[in-house]
């Protein structure tokens, strides 16, 4: 198990984290990412957006970590922000971190491991 060091808007924080969790939480940062990007295609052709599903990401090892996105309110990729929540007995952290970033994080973590 290594360190996942994640980038705040804010600061950082560093907490355990595997490789199959990180591997999940690349296939749902994928899904979102062509969420979001199916929004900004439907606003740059005038269309409607139709709505899509919140990601909802959850792991539980050392710590809690829970990511949120709602991509429904973002126009792009690069303008979207994740709701980061880490907890543990000691401590509770909630904080924002570009989802861009997030995406830069985790590639980062993947290739070390």
């Known amino acids: ?22 591997e999940n939480l ?3 940062i994928n899904n979102l990412m062509q969420s979001l990007k199916e929004i900004a295609l439907q606003n740059k052709t005038g269309g409607k957006p139709t709505p899509k599903t919140a990601m909802e990401y959850q792991y539980t090892g050392d710590v809690f970590l ?19 929540t880490l907890r543990s007995p000691q401590i509770r952290l909630t904080s924002e971190a570009e989802l861009t970033r997030l995406v ?3 590639e980062q973590y993947l290739q070390t491991i």
Request: glycine fraction near 2%.
């Open 104 to 106: 830069e994080d985790l």
């Open 66 to 84: 829970e990511l949120f996105c709602n991509p429904n309110i973002y126009p792009s990729p690069f303008s979207a922000k994740v709701l980061v």
């Open 26 to 28: 690349q296939t749902e």
């Open 1 to 22: 198990m290594s360190q996942l060091t994640l980038n705040l808007i804010q600061g950082s924080v560093s907490f355990n984290f595997t490789s199959s969790a990180a």
